[in-house]
């Protein structure tokens, strides 16, 4: 099992920053495929990054490309992800996610087996 809890929402005025945090307890996350994805308020989860952890590749929705960086520290079996000039409809719960994901199916909710709780992040505009 392995237990992943995101942090680092919060409310940010349009052009602004937020990092978020995936701390990943009882597997370490070296081996593993690490995703964020978001939701809106009456809109489907929504791929955002994926950082594959054999490979190393990273790919962003083209929403995000170019403003936010997914990066991993897996001394610390952390997952981050900077956020940069943020945009009112950036505006979603965040949840990060854990799995083995072939490389067609990254934006597939559910080829992801574990899932964070989720974070805040609302941007003002």
């Known amino acids: 099992q392995m237990q992943l809890a995101d942090s680092g929402g919060g409310l940010v005025q349009a052009g602004g920053s937020l990092r978020l945090s995936c701390a990943a307890s009882?597997?370490?996350?070296?081996?593993?495929?690490m995703a964020w994805f978001r939701q809106a308020p009456g809109k489907e989860r929504e791929f955002v990054a994926v950082?594959?952890?054999?490979?190393?590749?990273?790919t962003y929705a083209d929403s995000v490309k170019g403003r936010f960086t997914i990066s991993r520290d897996n001394a610390r079996n952390t997952v981050y992800l900077q956020m940069n000039s943020l945009k009112p409809e950036d505006t979603a719960v965040y949840y990060c996610?854990?799995?083995?994901?072939?490389?067609?199916?990254?934006?597939?909710?559910?080829?992801?087996?574990?899932w964070g709780q989720g974070t805040q992040v609302t941007v003002s505009s």
């Open positions: 996610a854990a799995g083995r994901v072939a490389a067609l199916y990254y934006r597939s909710r559910d080829k992801y087996i574990y």
């Open positions: 009882g597997r370490t996350i070296s081996t593993w495929d």
């Open positions: 950082h594959y952890g054999s490979s190393g590749t990273i």
